[in-house]
């Protein structure tokens, strides 16, 4: 007689149920729910609220957002903020794609090293280099400095305390934030893609159109998107180095829940400055799926 042996079964642990998934879930849902939901679900209800002399009731009126939308001072404002962020997106996002592109391609083995050179900057506080920036665009700053050299010195008027300044130094900010995603897209796509295209007889701009890009395009949507927010809301930059002319929305919610201590205006202001980059950011994304279809 010949004995048999049976191969022993291994033991498949069964898929979590849904309350298992829940709990794993319950740390990070109790995150959005404490630093998201909650702070703009009290931004809304302060937005409806009344102020009298400086004193929140909770009545419901509208009249905040009828004051907002009918400022002529909000409407310049808005304006402007939303050109000098989509300037200064745009340009911190090409800079970065065009840095990460080198980066990915010539740096070899050097690449990874050349990265957290250039998120550096991230490393220090975003005070320090906002009033290094405003150091240098200053009256005896480097740029002031080379222009009285070369007898340009009005052209020193322009260097701080202008809509300029604040483009300039918002796309230094936003930089590093855009190459983080467009890098860690192009770093994904395989090398022989590009070898590939030169096989068959592709020039270097016919592979970046059509076979770079388009799988790139994704991590420079999202690059565009995180500058757009950095620089949307910001209001440190423009306190900083913008001046009258620089001034954006986000100096005027400050002064509303500071010096005018009218936090029901600053609040409707800040309900509006959030929608309203959630809207840009609707149709970048939406753009950006028809350019794909298109494709």
Request: charged fraction near 10%.
């Amino acid at each position: 007689m010949t004995a048999t042996t049976s191969a022993p079964t291994t033991r498949r642990t069964p898929p979590p149920t849904g309350v298992l998934k829940f709990l794993g879930l319950t740390p990070v849902l109790a995150w959005i729910l404490v630093l998201v939901v909650l702070p703009n679900l009290f931004l809304v209800l302060y937005s409806v609220w009344t102020n009298q002399f400086g004193t929140v009731e909770s009545t419901f009126t509208l009249e905040n957002y009828r004051t907002t939308f009918g400022s002529d001072v909000f409407q310049l404002l808005f304006k402007r903020t939303l050109v000098i962020a989509l300037v200064s997106s745009l340009i911190a996002t090409t800079v970065a794609y065009a840095v990460a592109y080198v980066v990915v391609r010539y740096f070899g083995r050097y690449k990874v090293l050349a990265a957290l050179l250039i998120l550096v900057p991230l490393w220090v506080s975003y005070l320090m280099r906002i009033f290094a920036w405003k150091i240098i665009l200053g009256d005896n700053g480097v740029l002031a400095g080379a222009a009285k050299t070369f007898g340009l010195e009005g052209a020193t008027q322009a260097f701080l305390y202008s809509r300029n300044s604040v483009i300039l130094t918002l796309t230094y900010v936003a930089i590093p934030y855009a190459f983080l995603s467009v890098y860690t897209t192009l770093d994904r796509i395989p090398a022989h893609l590009y070898e590939a295209s030169a096989d068959c007889g592709a020039s270097p701009w016919a592979t970046f159109k059509n076979v770079i890009w388009p799988l790139s395009r994704p991590g420079a949507a999202v690059g565009f998107a995180i500058a757009f927010v950095l620089t949307f809301g910001d209001y440190v930059t423009p306190a900083m180095v913008g001046g009258l002319d620089g001034t954006m929305l986000g100096t005027l919610v400050l002064q509303q829940f500071g010096t005018a201590n009218n936090w029901p205006m600053g609040a409707a202001v800040g309900i509006t400055v959030i929608c309203s980059g959630l809207l840009v950011l609707a149709v970048i994304s939406l753009f950006t799926r028809l350019e794909a279809q298109v494709d």
